[in-house]
């Protein structure tokens, strides 16, 4: 699977939009981008994918150039609970054979009143 | 549903001590995963299984077993524990939407191994 790279950290305002970038220019024709997030001592906690198309669901959109080497994670009105590590992931569509999810560190957003 | 639910939530071992960590998932999902996290690390795979009966390693399996005997439960085992397991371990589960998987976790168990 493609490696990612995401700054370490980000900081947010409440209220406002987090936008958190995520580079994958290796990426290959039929891999997806996964977001998770991890609020802190919980288990990771699916967000959204994607594949070539921008995607909205009621926690998060994904934004994907059209060359897909980058995405851009938007949580439209920050909260504190929104505080957590994101992980972008990288992994190959299940019709090339299962692959398992590889987490690198990921971004720790911090929400502020 | 419940969703992925492990057991215990927390625990204590010896050195040298053997238990088994638990885990169900009542969505009949596939593909069902265990990982462990150390403190400030992203999680690391030890075994997966891609349905009943069907079980592979993962990036970390020393020190632990795992089977599958139904879809619903991956119980992972710890054979003779040692102070290097002291972990997070999280068992997810996933299915396919599409082309891709969603996955979901559980709760996780806190392992400390003295």
């Known amino acids: 699977d493609a490696k990612t790279t995401q700054p370490p950290s980000m900081d947010c305002a409440e209220g406002r939009a987090a936008n958190l970038p995520c580079n994958h220019s290796?990426?290959?024709?039929?891999?997806?981008v996964y977001w998770y997030r991890q609020i802190h001592s919980q288990g990771p906690q699916y967000i959204i994918h994607?594949?070539?198309n921008n995607e909205t669901n009621e926690m998060a959109s994904l934004i994907i150039t059209e060359d897909r080497k980058s995405s851009t994670l938007i949580l439209p009105h920050a909260t504190l609970r929104d505080t957590a590590v994101y992980y972008c992931?990288?992994?190959?569509?299940?019709?090339?054979?299962?692959?398992?999810?590889?987490f690198g560190k990921g971004t720790m957003l911090l929400v502020s009143p | 549903n419940a969703g992925v639910t492990q057991t215990p939530k927390f625990q204590v071992l010896k050195t040298g001590q053997s238990m088994t960590l638990q885990c169900a998932q009542d969505?009949?999902?596939?593909?069902m995963s265990w990982y462990r996290q150390d403190p400030g690390m992203g999680l690391r795979l030890i075994h997966y299984?891609?349905?009943?009966?069907?079980?592979d390693q993962g990036e970390v399996p020393n020190g632990y077993n795992v089977s599958r005997s139904t879809t619903e439960d991956f119980p992972l085992r710890l054979l003779s524990a040692a102070p290097s397991q002291t972990s997070v371990y999280f068992c997810?589960?996933?299915?396919?939407?599409?082309?891709?998987?969603?996955?979901?976790f559980g709760p996780g168990t806190r392992l400390t191994v003295t």
């Open positions: 992931i990288v992994r190959v569509a299940w019709d090339s054979g299962y692959s398992t999810l590889t």
């Open positions: 994607g594949l070539k």
């Open positions: 969505m009949n999902h596939e593909y």
């Open positions: 299984s891609v349905g009943a009966g069907i079980t």
């Open positions: 997810a589960s996933s299915h396919r939407q599409g082309g891709a998987y969603e996955q979901y």
């Open positions: 290796t990426i290959s024709g039929n891999e997806y």
